[in-house]
């Protein structure tokens, strides 16, 4: 009698408890269902020792602890409400989606500028550049392009200096890295021209005596500016193999094959993109570091011979933009997509917020009374 007693109480205390912040918020039935289908026999052993506050207090904090650690579709069954903070979850993942996808083709517009700024340069100062080397495949369906011999070497390097000081006949709208602005119509005073750098690398001697090499393999490079006349120009498109190594020679720049390592040709220019498909289509300056390489390196007879270039913005440009004020659809979608993610993203923050300092208050005000 005495046990049944203390079981009617304690049902009793149950039901006529004072409602509780967390336990309110909770149908009667499904938490009583989930602590129950939790008590072991043990537990009941040890529940019938307890006076009933404590059993009290213990319930509340069941209930507490099960409501805290449930998943947005168990909350859902339990209070019939939407699960707001997952919707507002996968509402950012769409919107951050969307506006990383505009980004990615923002980027792929800049990358494939720079790509084919590359291959521009290589048709214009690589003489006879065939377009199957612009597609990279494997097998390569031809070979590396390179120099045999000297009349080769000499060639390539008169088409680098030919075309840097003819950049008008381009079809795109190259111009020299200098101080001074000049349209696109105007033709560049050949004295207003930047000079080209030449560095060659070589090792520091080689000798052959009696039928044996003698190397000193230390590096040394020597770098030099090369300013060229018009008169010199037009010598070296009317006899580049000819015309070069003695304008070199007049330089103090020669060449020796078994001491060659490599040579650099270096050179600056500017050029203006328009990006159409931007939604500002603003156009933009970048500075191109521009490298032709000649490497020897190997020694085999071969000189492979490559042109590299460093695209850079440029925040002023000469010349004046002149944009009409209107405003397009698509800088009003961009525009409503970054407030979208600002508001969704701090949103999360508070969320994610409140849930710690929940934590924190169910941590305090339920686990230390009972300690």
Not at 138 to 147: D, E, L, R, V
Not at 245 to 251: D, Y
Request: proline share 4%; hydrophobic share 40%.
């Amino acid at each position: 009698m005495a046990t049944r007693s203390r079981h009617l109480h304690s049902r009793d205390g149950r039901q006529s408890r004072p409602p509780e912040q967390g336990g309110d918020m909770i149908e009667e039935h499904a938490v009583s269902s989930t602590a129950t289908a939790l008590d072991s026999d043990a537990e009941h052993a040890d529940r019938d020792d307890l006076t009933p506050a404590q059993r009290l207090s213990g319930d509340r904090l069941r209930r507490d602890l099960i409501f805290f650690f449930m998943n947005p579709m168990q909350k859902w069954r339990v209070r019939k409400q939407l699960p707001f903070k997952l919707a507002l979850q996968v509402i950012k993942i769409v919107i951050v989606t969307a506006q990383l996808t505009m980004f990615a083709q923002l980027r792929m517009n800049h990358v494939a500028f720079m790509e084919n700024t590359n291959t521009v340069l290589r048709h214009k100062f690589l003489p006879d550049w065939d377009s199957v080397r612009d597609v990279v495949v494997y097998p390569p369906a031809i070979g590396a392009y390179s120099a045999f011999t000297t009349k080769d070497l000499y060639d390539t390097i008169a088409s680098v200096i030919y075309n840097y000081y003819n950049l008008d006949d381009s079809f795109v709208s190259y111009s020299y890295d200098t101080r001074k602005g000049h349209m696109e119509s105007e033709i560049t005073p050949i004295e207003d021209i930047p000079p080209l750098q030449m560095c060659i690398n070589r090792i520091k001697s080689a000798e052959v005596v009696n039928n044996t090499y003698v190397f000193d393999t230390t590096v040394v490079q020597n770098c030099h500016l090369l300013n060229f006349t018009e008169k010199e120009v037009d010598d070296i498109k009317q006899n580049a193999s000819g015309a070069v190594p003695l304008l070199l020679r007049h330089r103090n720049i020669t060449f020796n094959a078994l001491q060659l390592t490599d040579i650099g040709i270096k050179f600056n220019l500017r050029t203006i993109h328009f990006g159409h498909m931007a939604p500002d289509a603003k156009p933009e300056c970048y500075r191109i570091a521009v490298r032709v390489n000649y490497d020897n390196s190997g020694h085999t007879g071969q000189v492979m011979i490559s042109l590299s270039s460093e695209i850079s913005y440029v925040e002023k440009c000469n010349g004046k933009l002149v944009v009409e004020a209107t405003t397009s659809v698509e800088n009003i979608i961009m525009g409503l997509i970054d407030i979208f993610v600002l508001l969704t993203c701090l949103s999360s923050l508070i969320l994610c917020c409140r849930a710690v300092i929940r934590a924190q208050f169910l941590k305090q005000v339920r686990i230390v009374p009972l300690i």
